[in-house]
């Protein structure tokens, strides 16, 4: 499975921005997809997860409330919705997918995927 991330960019505080993934390949053996980000200086940290088939959808706390993760089947594409940014919120934004068998919510907030796309990078300017 291939990802593809877009959508990043510069805006201001209060802004909002929406991020695509796009998948292509053997995108039936996705069990779940999520955003992670890396700020400078800092390590990869978890944004979001949702199960592909289904439709759970996970959070950090840092972007509760504000961000919105959702998926296109038909299109193999996830999308990030997010609204009141903050300058904490700039970095580079990753997509990552875990495919089948299923793993737990945890592990997949530790990282534990199996695909990587190229970053795209939110700024966001106070």
């Known amino acids: 499975v291939q990802l593809q991330a877009s959508g990043g960019g510069l805006v201001q505080a209060g802004g909002s921005l929406r991020l695509s993934c796009a998948a292509s390949?053997?995108?039936?053996?996705?069990?779940?997809m999520g955003w992670f980000r890396q700020a400078p200086g800092k390590e990869r940290e978890f944004v979001s997860a949702?199960?592909?088939?289904?439709?759970?959808?996970y959070y950090a706390d840092s972007v509760k409330g504000r961000f919105t993760i959702s998926r296109d089947n038909a299109k193999n594409t996830m999308y990030l919705q997010m609204n009141s940014l903050k300058p904490e919120d700039t970095a580079v934004y990753y997509c990552?997918?875990?495919?089948?068998?299923?793993?737990?919510?945890?592990?997949?907030?530790?990282?534990?995927?199996?695909?990587w796309g190229k970053g795209t990078q939110v700024t966001v300017s106070s």
């Open positions: 390949g053997s995108t039936s053996s996705v069990y779940a």
């Open positions: 990552a997918g875990h495919r089948s068998p299923p793993a737990t919510i945890e592990a997949i907030k530790r990282g534990l995927m199996n695909y």
């Open positions: 949702i199960k592909w088939y289904g439709g759970s959808t």
